[in-house]
Structures are given as C-alpha cells and as structure tokens.
C-alpha cells in the first residue's frame, strides 16, 4: 500500500485493481449509488424525451392546422377567381354573339 504525498494518509496501489472489474474493487454501497444515481438520470432523460415528443406532437398538429386554413384560404380565392373568370366569358360570348349578329345584319342589309 501506497501512501498519500500530502496527507500521509495510506491510498490503494493502483496497480493492485488495474484489469480487475469494479463490482471487485468498489464497495456494494457506492456501486448501488452509482447505479441509483444511473436509473435517475436515465428516468430525467426519458421524462425529457416524453416531453421533447409530446412537444414536436403538438408542433406538428398547429403546422398540419395553419396548413389546412392556408390551403382553405388558397381554395377559396381560386374559387372566387374561377367564378369571376367564368362570367366574364359568360358576358364575352354573348357580347361577341351580339357583334355577330350586328355585323350579319350590316352585311345581308336585313334589320
């Protein structure tokens, strides 16, 4: 056994536990609390997994939300656009029927 330089205090031979495995060389009560101490920080970062989901869940349905009334407004607007664009042809074939038939009338002389 070796001894402390500042303390004087006896210290464990590192050379004595080298390749032996810790449950060996490491008294019960400190492997429990490391073990203790390793299931703690694995429930945290579990808890902190859980968390980090149910927040990425709530992010994907607000976009999926904010999409769909986007895609509704888009909808809406073509809608509108098709309408407006159907009755302009609707006023442009009878507005061309008309010249037509003004037109026919100047050319066979008939009023």
Do not use: C, W, Y
Not at 51 to 65: D, I, L, P, V
């Amino acid at each position: 056994m070796t001894r402390d330089e500042k303390s004087g205090k006896p210290t464990k031979d590192p050379s004595s536990t080298e390749g032996k495995p810790k449950i060996m060389t490491v008294p019960l009560p400190q492997l429990f609390d490391e073990i203790e101490g390793s299931i703690g920080l694995a429930n945290e970062a579990a808890r902190d997994a859980r968390k980090a989901a149910e927040e990425a869940r709530q992010a994907g349905e607000k976009a999926a939300h904010e999409a769909a009334r986007v895609a509704a407004e888009a909808i809406s607007r073509v809608e509108r656009t098709a309408k407006e664009a159907l009755e302009l042809a609707r006023l442009l074939k009878l507005t061309l029927t008309e010249a037509a038939a003004g037109v026919e009338k100047k050319l066979t002389g008939k009023p």
